[in-house]
Structure formats: C-alpha cells, structure tokens
T-cell receptor
Framework: AQSVSQHNHHVILSEAASLELGCNYS??????LFWYVQYPGQHLQLLLK??????LVKGIKGFEAEFIKSKFSFNLRKPSVQWSDTAEYFC???????????FGKGNQVVVIP | GAVVSQHPSRVICKSGTSVKIECRSL??????MFWYRQFPKKSLMLMAT?????????EQGVEKDKFLINHASLTLSTLTVTSAHPEDSSFYIC?????????????FGPGTRLTVL
C-alpha cells in the first residue's frame, strides 16, 4: 500500500515569503498525486493534481508542484504567500488503478500579515 | 462543478443512539464515494469505500456493523453510526469520485462534526 510523508507540520512565515512544502511517497508503481488545502472552517479543496505529462503542475491561487519520480516527491511551492494562504495543506497519492487516497499528515501553514 | 454536500454539518447525540450522515454529489454522478474520519491534528483516515449498488468495502479495523454505509443512488451515500459512544465523536468527511476525461479525482464534502455525549 502507498504511504505519504509530509515534514515540518507547522510552518509560520510572513507575507510575500516563498513557501515550499515537501511531500514524499512510498510506492513502486505509477501514481496519481494531489495537493488539497483546507482553509479554517472550510472543507478540503483540490489545489492541484498530477496524472501524467509535464511534471511541473500549476494549480489554483498561484500554487505549483513538481513531480520528481526519482525522488518519489511532489513538493508544493508558492513564490509569494498571502495572509489568505493560511490553511492546512495535505498531500495525497493514489496508485494508478486504485482509487483509494493515501493522505499525508498535513502541513499547518500560518502566514503573518 | 464537482460539488459535494454533507448533512448535517453538526450533530450532538446521546450515547447509544444512532446517527445518519448524508453525502451527496450535487453536479455529477459518483459510482464511488469514500468515508473518512479526521482526528484533531491528524490526517484523514479512510474508513470505507462506498460503491453504488453494492456493499461497501471497509478498511482494516473499521467495524462494518457499527458504521453502516448505504450507496443507494449515484448521487447519495449515507453513513450511519450505530449505537454511538463518546469515542465515536469525530469529524466525518465524505468524498465522491469524479472520473472525467481520464483524470480520477475525489471531491470532498464539508464534513460532519459528531459529538456523542
């Protein structure tokens, strides 16, 4: 079964700083990769996803993620964060052909105005 | 598009009672829905996969007789917590699988906060 690890559970940064959240998965086969965001008091929303093609994926709200197959990673980045990016971010993986999502433990990101 | 709703958003019940939570895909048909529990400061734990017209598939350690799942239509799945106890208090989240143009994505409902007294 696939598993996902996210490091640095709590991240605090100032507005305009750059953000990078690491995500590593363990699974030897082909995967689909996702980042979800959960704003305070709201439900999980899809930020971006990777299925195939260009490993650099652009999502909503200026976020992007890069799939590096050799490193089993799918790190999330945003060059300049805003206060409204304060949220919890979850990386998730499904094995190709298996629709069960495996989630990481999440990153709590706080952006200070 | 791809909106998923849950009802109720919050429920408080007495120990020993049963609680039903509904999950609906509002603008797409979902042959597969999923039920998760989210613990404070922890990730989502998949409880079961709900398949329209057939029995749900439960994850290891999840009691199927306690967490009854029914997926009677392509837009509705229900989770019934039977004989609820305080340890069942949690945040329950559903998702619906939308397969469009060979991309297979789960869209999540807003969750249901269950408190068992």
């Amino acid at each position: 079964a696939q598993s996902v690890s996210q490091h640095n559970h709590h991240v605090i940064l100032s507005e305009a700083a750059s953000l990078e959240l690491g995500c590593n998965y363990s699974y030897g086969g082909t995967v689909n990769l996702f980042w979800y965001v959960q704003y305070p008091g709201q439900h999980l929303q899809l930020l971006l996803k990777y299925f195939s093609g260009d490993p650099l994926v652009k999502g909503i709200k200026g976020f992007e993620a890069e799939f590096i197959k050799s490193k089993f990673s799918f790190n999330l980045r945003k060059p300049s964060v805003q206060w409204s990016d304060t949220a919890e971010y979850f990386c998730a993986v499904t094995a190709r052909g298996n629709n069960r999502l495996a989630f990481g433990k999440g990153n709590q990101v706080v952006v200070i105005p | 598009g791809a909106v998923v709703s849950q009802h109720p958003s919050r429920v408080i019940c007495k120990s020993g009672t049963s609680v039903k939570i509904e999950c609906r895909s509002l603008d797409f048909q979902a042959t597969t829905m999923f039920w998760y529990r989210q613990f404070p400061k922890k990730s989502l734990m998949l409880m079961a996969t709900s398949n329209e017209g057939s029995k749900a598939t439960y994850e290891q350690g999840v009691e199927k007789d306690k967490f009854l799942i029914n997926h009677a239509s392509l837009t509705l799945s229900t989770l019934t917590v039977t004989s609820a106890h305080p340890e069942d208090s949690s945040f329950y989240i559903c998702s619906a699988r939308n397969v469009v143009r060979s991309t297979d994505t789960q869209y999540f409902g807003p969750g249901t906060r269950l408190t068992v007294l």
